[in-house]
């Protein structure tokens, strides 16, 4: 195995669970009860997972699929949920910063003159650290929550950078993977802090679950891969079916479409069109981001309309040439097996001869 593969795993899923345990430890700060760092076993599965991962694949990822992703989202989202849910009864103060730096300074100026009795430099250590907890915990929590947001998104986009890739994925692929991600995480970000900032959805708790409920769907866009991928097919067999040829033909495309009208941009118009619709709930960002919805769902079916025409005008046209249509996901392994498959019908001409010609010489004798 090498160095710089088990590195990157490694290294990748320790951050996954550090993150997972923040996230935790914020819900026993914030509910005060103890039982809530149950929660923290869920880190197991991602254990579980990296031991396999390191055994049966040598440390690089699956195809079109991602479980070190998927097992993140477990341990993290329920925290977040949480976080959420009891985001209404949380209130920041007029000036939190100031308090934050008085606390600090107090604590640390306390730590200082306890260092200098006999516990020595190990008893100081342990109360600077303590002091830097303490501060961390004097921040607002709607900070707090935002933070956890911020930086669960960015940590699924860099850690998939670092996750050691399969030998089904090139670089190319993953490259145009995280630009789409990027992309993806800002949306899903907006749509979180805008909606659940507005003070009406915050007063109603059924609201709040739907709203976290679209958010946790469209997160499941995130350990698969298939947006750069084709899907392999054997040119003999989706030779005869048209949907298997236009999804052999066309799968990344129709999976970005198939995410934006179902998972993401869909979901998310629906949302907000009940806010508005329903509730009654406007505002300026509110309409804007509407109507960006409206945008793309409209943008993703003239893409599923122009690739569905200009497949059916190619299907048209091979078949009045007479030529058979196979699947151009794989050109190459198409083209070679039906050159091998020509080449050995040529073999086989050579080797035996038509009969009246090879009986002829045997006829003058």
Not at 198 to 227: C, G, H
Request: charged residues 15%; proline residues 4%.
């Amino acid at each position: 195995m090498e160095l710089m593969v088990l590195l990157n795993a490694l290294v990748t899923r320790l951050l996954f669970v550090l993150h997972s345990l923040i996230g935790v430890w914020r819900v026993t700060a914030v509910k005060k009860e103890p039982k809530y760092w149950l929660l923290a076993l869920l880190n197991l599965l991602l254990c579980l997972e990296t031991g396999l991962t390191l055994k049966f694949k040598q440390g690089r990822g699956y195809k079109w699929f991602s479980p070190a992703i998927f097992l993140y989202l477990i341990c993290i989202v329920p925290s977040l949920w949480l976080l959420e849910i009891h985001h209404g009864t949380q209130y920041c103060g007029n000036e939190p910063g100031a308090v934050q730096v008085n606390v600090s300074n107090q604590d640390f100026n306390q730590s200082r003159d306890s260092s200098h009795g006999s516990e020595g430099m190990d008893h100081h250590i342990i109360q600077t650290a303590k002091v830097f907890v303490n501060q961390l915990s004097t921040i607002c929590e709607t900070v707090w929550t935002l933070a956890l947001h911020q930086t669960f998104l960015l940590l699924l986009v860099v850690g998939r950078w670092l996750l050691p890739i399969g030998v089904e994925i090139t670089r190319d692929q993953l490259s145009q993977l995280l630009l789409m991600f990027v992309g993806t995480a800002a949306d899903i970000l907006e749509f979180a802090s805008e909606t659940l900032d507005i003070e009406d959805v915050r007063k109603n708790y059924a609201l709040i679950n739907a709203i976290l409920a679209v958010w946790t769907w469209s997160m499941l866009q995130f350990p698969l891969d298939l947006a750069v991928q084709h899907i392999g097919c054997k040119p003999s067999a989706s030779g005869k079916r048209i949907p298997s040829l236009l999804l052999c033909r066309y799968s990344a495309e129709l999976w970005n479409i198939g995410v934006s009208l179902f998972i993401q941009d869909g979901p998310f118009f629906i949302v907000r069109s009940i806010l508005m619709g329903h509730f009654r709930i406007f505002n300026q960002m509110l309409v804007f981001f509407t109507a960006k919805n409206i945008l793309v769902v409209t943008l993703q079916l003239y893409r599923l309309a122009v690739i569905t025409l200009d497949f059916r005008a190619t299907i048209l046209q091979k078949s009045r040439k007479g030529e058979v249509c196979c699947c151009p996901c794989e050109p190459y392994e198409a083209r070679a097996h039906a050159t091998g498959h020509h080449d050995n019908e040529m073999k086989e001409f050579v080797a035996f001869p038509p009969k009246e010609e090879s009986q002829a010489p045997s006829e003058n004798h």
